[in-house]
Antibody, heavy 120, light 108 residues
Framework: QVQLAESGGGVVQPGRSLRLSCAAS????????MHWVRQAPGKGLEWVAV????????YYADSVKGRFTISRDNSKNTLFLQMNSLRAEDTAVYFC?????????????WGQGTLVTVSS | DIQMTQSPSTLSASVGDRVTITCRAS??????LAWYQQKPGKAPKLVIF???SLESGVPSRFSGSGSGTEFTLTISSLQPDDFATYYC??????????FGQGTKLEIK
């Protein structure tokens, strides 16, 4: 069965960096687009970034553009999110989610999330 | 950017009720719309995709309809397990994916 497991969250000071990982199993990772979605405490869902199956296309929400970088290692079935210049408003649970196709469709599987807290 | 607006924000209902949640897009998204269910502390779960297609394993009391800019999620007969927050999401553009603000379905 499809499994997605995020890791790398924690408490970080404003302006610092953090790298999230998402280990995937149970499907052909290299055939599907992958996303990061976040949810601030008590708030709704916010899409963060997407990467195509072949790494050729990457898109970001305006709120993270220029600070966050999405990447993937298809040989290790792992998705990453490099987060730089973190701000208090980046505090959220970060979910990785599998696209139902190569990219640009709905999210059919989600991980359980990892909490990032940006605080001094 | 495409904005998604859900209504109502909160809905109080009883077991057995029929409920409808509405999602409006700021521009046409054809039928590129999904609905997710989220329970506290859990990841979202896909319920409906392509506006009206039921995800495998989801009970048939859930249905979706609409196209263009207006969409609905209907639960025909509420069950205790259905009380959760529901989000719509558009995927018309491959460079931007937008969620609605959510509708919390509460027990009356």
């Amino acid at each position: 069965q499809v499994q997605l497991a995020e890791s790398g969250g924690g408490v970080v000071q404003p302006g610092r960096s953090l790298r999230l990982s998402c280990a995937a199993s149970g499907f052909t990772f290299s055939s599907y687009g992958m996303h990061w979605v976040r949810q601030a405490p008590g708030k709704g869902l916010e899409w963060v970034a997407v990467i195509s199956f072949d790494r050729n296309r990457k898109y970001y929400a305006d709120s993270v553009k220029g600070r966050f970088t999405i990447s993937r290692d298809n040989s290790k079935n792992t998705l990453f999110l490099q987060m730089n210049s973190l701000r208090a408003e980046d505090t959220a649970v970060y979910f990785c989610a599998k696209d139902a196709a190569e990219m640009a469709t709905y999210f059919d599987y989600w991980g359980q999330g990892t909490l990032v807290t940006v605080s001094s | 950017d495409i904005q998604m607006t859900q209504s109502p924000s909160t809905l109080s209902a009883s077991v057995g009720d029929r409920v409808t949640i509405t999602c409006r897009a700021s521009q046409t998204i054809t039928n590129w719309l999904a609905w997710y269910q989220q329970k506290p502390g859990k990841a979202p779960k896909l319920v409906i995709f392509d506006a009206s297609s039921l995800e495998s394993g989801v009970p048939s009391r859930f249905s979706g309809s609409g196209s263009g800019t207006e969409f609905t999620l209907t639960i025909s007969s509420l069950q205790p397990d259905d009380f959760a927050t529901y989000y719509c999401q558009q995927y018309h553009s491959d460079s931007m994916y937008t969620f609605g603000q959510g509708t919390k379905l509460e027990i009356k």
